[in-house]
């Protein structure tokens, strides 16, 4: 099933913390901090300005990014979870 989100909405895949401290302990999933980075999945056309102009989207599709603890929504699209969330609770783009 393709996901296209809507407006400034954007869908994200966390990625995948580190199973191990670097001292080599095992950190188990209920002690695990979920990431506040991820890599954008897919972008909404954009949000539109009282005048009805399109502002386009500052993300696309594969950028990695930085985002806020409690950022977005989880949704599971096709048995992947993923965020939905605004374009504006997006911190920065990784270069």
């Given at each position: 099933m393709a996901f296209k989100p809507l407006h400034d909405r954007v869908l994200v895949r966390r990625v995948q913390s580190d199973e191990k401290t670097k001292g080599g302990?095992?950190?188990?999933?209920?002690?695990?901090?979920?990431?506040?980075?991820?890599?954008v999945v897919s972008v909404g056309e954009g949000a539109r300005k009282d005048s009805g102009e399109l502002i386009a989207p500052a993300v696309k599709a594969g950028?990695?990014?930085?985002f806020g603890k409690w950022s977005g929504t989880e949704v599971?699209?096709?048995?992947?979870?993923?965020?939905?969330?605004k374009e504006s609770d997006i911190l920065g783009v990784l270069a």
């Open positions: 302990l095992i950190i188990p999933d209920s002690a695990k901090e979920k990431p506040a980075e991820g890599e950028d990695r990014v930085l599971t699209v096709d048995g992947e979870e993923l965020l939905i969330m």
